[in-house]
């Protein structure tokens, strides 16, 4: 079975299971990523990277993003909020999850206004060092989304970008 196939039927069990249990639709944190729900077309300047679709599961109570990359690659992650600490949490694993950065968990460190989000988190290394891995959304005046990873192998002194990609609606698939 696939990791898409095992994904999909763990969040249907999970949304048949909790049915009796009120939903997230109404909680304001569980809010704080819906600039990005919708299907997209992913451009890192003016080449395409890839597609990425993100939509609320589960009720409301979690955010799914199912990301293919332009070489065949393929990634997904579910966003979720741990309620005693009232923040958001990311798991994002790929079809390289063996390799560094092939699975990541990450944590909400920044809400700076509505429409922006930071997640950061670390990558195991194959030599047992960690490295800092930080993700920023921001929702774009034109109804875009900007979004930086970026990674720091000395404590968050300083940042390297390894992906900085605009989100642009599917219907308008050509990267500018």
Same mark, same amino acid.
Do not use: N
């Given at each position: 079975?696939?990791? /898409?196939?095992?994904?999909?039927?763990?969040?249907?069990?999970?949304?048949?299971?909790?049915?009796?249990?009120?939903?997230?639709?109404? #909680?304001? !944190?569980?809010?704080?990523?819906?600039? $990005?729900?919708?299907?997209?077309?992913?451009?890192?300047?003016r080449e395409r990277a890839g597609t990425d679709r993100v939509t609320k599961?589960?009720?409301?109570?979690?955010?799914?993003?199912? $990301?293919?990359?332009?070489?065949?690659?393929?990634?997904?992650?579910?966003?979720?909020?741990?309620?005693?600490?009232? %923040?958001?949490?990311?798991?994002?694993? %790929?079809?390289?999850?063996?390799?560094?950065?092939? $699975?990541?968990?990450?944590?909400?460190?920044?809400?700076?206004?509505?429409? #922006?989000?930071?997640?950061?988190?670390? !990558?195991?290394?194959?030599?047992?060092? /960690?490295?800092?891995?930080?993700?920023?959304? /921001?929702?774009?005046a034109d109804g875009s989304v900007a979004q930086r990873i970026e990674v720091?192998?000395?404590?968050?002194? %300083? $940042? %390297?970008?390894?992906?900085?990609?605009?989100?642009?609606? #599917?219907?308008?698939?050509?990267?500018?």
């Open positions: 079975m696939t990791l /898409r196939a095992r994904f999909a039927i763990c969040a249907l069990l999970a949304a048949s299971a909790g049915r009796a249990a009120a939903g997230c639709h109404d #909680s304001a !944190i569980h809010g704080w990523l819906d600039f $990005w729900l919708g299907d997209w077309i992913v451009c890192e300047g599961v589960l009720d409301g109570c979690a955010v799914a993003e199912d $990301w293919t990359g332009v070489d065949g690659s393929h990634g997904l992650s579910l966003f979720y909020v741990v309620l005693p600490d009232r %923040t958001w949490r990311q798991v994002w694993i %790929t079809d390289a999850a063996r390799r560094a950065g092939g $699975w990541k968990e990450k944590r909400l460190v920044a809400h700076p206004a509505e429409g #922006s989000v930071r997640f950061q988190g670390e !990558i195991a290394l194959e030599d047992d060092r /960690r490295m800092l891995d930080r993700t920023t959304l /921001r929702a774009l720091s192998g000395d404590g968050g002194e %300083t $940042w %390297t970008a390894t992906f900085d990609a605009t989100y642009h609606r #599917s219907a308008d698939a050509a990267c500018r």
